[in-house]
């Protein structure tokens, strides 16, 4: 046992093989306290030299797995500061998401409008085949009339021959009307003799004069007439003519006529063929219009799904990020109570946990960016107050007044906490731009503090 209860009053515990109570409950207390330093016992405090060794190297290991403890937590507090990808992470989630969102409702807007092309196709086919047999009846209607105009060709043709004929015709009615004018000129020559050998004969001529006269007469009218059709048949075969000359430039233009509608024949029935091709390609169209919307509308469901599944990965992200910093919250407060009550820490080892302090007030910063920390701005500015505030313009520090590092120290430390302030400060006022922009710098002088204090921890040794 390390204490007994005094049996006497002459026994001097000061030189005992046994501890005092009084003594035992000051070095428990120290131990209790942390001062490590007033929790070992001097040899005066018991003569069983052993046993104080024995408790002196307890109280050392203790002080050590404590402060291995205190150093582990600091450095596991470290840790968990550089977890900074979260907000990254967060980040990259909700451009995910937002742009998921935003295809959602743009694949929304293609299903509507590829079912409404579908729609459209659909009603297009049928109008295609409307048209198509619409435009089989008016290729039919053509081909007949171009046929007409072929049998008018033909017609054309048989008339111009007739009228050949006719005034083939016309030169024969012509010659036999010479021949019967001159038939007329002979009579009308032999009346005149007739008359003139009545007169000869006197009285015995007189009834051979009337029938001259007669045959005269005969004979001016026969040729009267004949001078009358053969002004007419002038006139017809003029006519003739000119009709011919008219058929045959007719004819002449009919065929080359003929040739444009045997070419537009061949063009109707390419057109035809190009309806049919056309009314195919639409078949296929509003087909593959139906395969189309029916493919579109299982990649909506699937991006919907998706999108319904990056909201759920946002929301898990941001509560992964509170999470750790809640976890973070809870290891600091373990953290801060073993400092606390650790009066004993060595300078180097009191470098580490003044850095650590820093990096969880940029880690709260950080929180505060992801609205996960509310942080008080008078705090975060007062510089001096802070632990290494305090350490550097308290009596702790003594020892490093003179050290070039110390003194550089000051103003990156102040940097460090200003803006700090200003991130506060433009967050609070919405302009998390501005904020993330003091977030960064304060790593820039983060990063000159850790420099200044690693300097120090070396010189601490």
Not at 39 to 57: Q, R, S
Not at 120 to 144: R, Y
Request: charged share 25%; proline share 1%; hydrophobic share 35%.
């Amino acid at each position: 046992m390390l204490f007994k209860k005094k049996q006497s009053k002459n026994i001097n515990p000061q030189h005992s093989e046994y501890i005092h109570k009084d003594t035992l409950v000051k070095v428990i207390s120290s131990v209790k306290d942390g001062n490590w330093s007033s929790a070992k016992l001097a040899y005066d405090d018991c003569e069983c030299k052993d046993l104080v060794d024995m408790w002196n190297e307890m109280i050392d290991s203790m002080y050590e797995e404590k402060k291995k403890t205190i150093l582990d937590v600091n450095r596991i507090m470290e840790t968990i500061t550089t977890m900074d990808s979260v907000k990254d992470m967060i980040n990259s989630v909700n451009t995910q998401t937002n742009a998921l969102h935003s295809m959602s409702a743009n694949i929304r807007d293609l299903s509507a409008s590829i079912e409404n092309v579908s729609y459209m196709s659909q009603k297009v086919s049928e109008s295609s085949m409307e048209v198509k047999q619409i435009t089989e009846v008016g290729v039919q209607n053509i081909s007949n009339s171009i046929e007409f105009v072929k049998r008018s060709f033909d017609d054309i043709e048989t008339i111009n021959k007739h009228m050949q004929e006719v005034k083939e015709k016309t030169h024969t009615i012509n010659n036999i009307v010479d021949i019967v004018k001159g038939i007329a000129d002979q009579s009308n020559l032999l009346a005149l003799n007739a008359a003139i050998e009545a007169a000869r004969a006197g009285e015995h001529g007189r009834g051979f004069a009337v029938v001259a006269d007669e045959v005269k007469k005969l004979a001016e009218h026969t040729k009267n007439s004949v001078l009358d059709i053969q002004t007419n048949l002038s006139s017809l075969q003029k006519d003739i003519d000119l009709s011919v000359e008219k058929i045959n430039a007719t004819s002449e233009q009919l065929g080359s006529g003929k040739q444009l509608v045997d070419s537009s024949l061949e063009s109707i029935a390419l057109i035809d063929n190009s309806i049919d091709a056309v009314n195919d390609t639409i078949m296929q169209v509003a087909a593959h219009t139906e395969e189309q919307a029916a493919v579109t509308q299982t990649f909506t469901s699937n991006v919907i799904d998706l999108s319904q599944q990056a909201d759920t990965i946002s929301n898990s992200s941001y509560g992964i990020g509170k999470g750790i910093f809640d976890l973070s919250k809870t290891i600091e407060a373990i953290r801060l109570e073993l400092v606390n009550v650790n009066s004993n820490l060595q300078d180097k080892d009191l470098i580490k946990i003044y850095k650590t302090d820093h990096l969880i007030w940029r880690w709260k910063v950080y929180n505060m960016l992801l609205g996960n920390e509310k942080i008080d701005i008078d705090i975060i500015s007062d510089y001096k107050q802070c632990r290494l505030g305090k350490w550097y313009y308290g009596p702790g520090s003594d020892k490093f007044k003179h050290s070039k590092a110390f003194i550089d120290l000051e103003k990156p430390h102040i940097d460090l906490h200003i803006a700090a302030k200003d991130a506060v400060i433009a967050y609070e006022n919405n302009d998390l731009e501005a904020s993330e922009e003091y977030l960064r710098k304060m790593d820039i002088h983060s990063k000159r503090v850790f420099e200044l204090l690693d300097q120090l921890e070396m010189e601490a040794d």
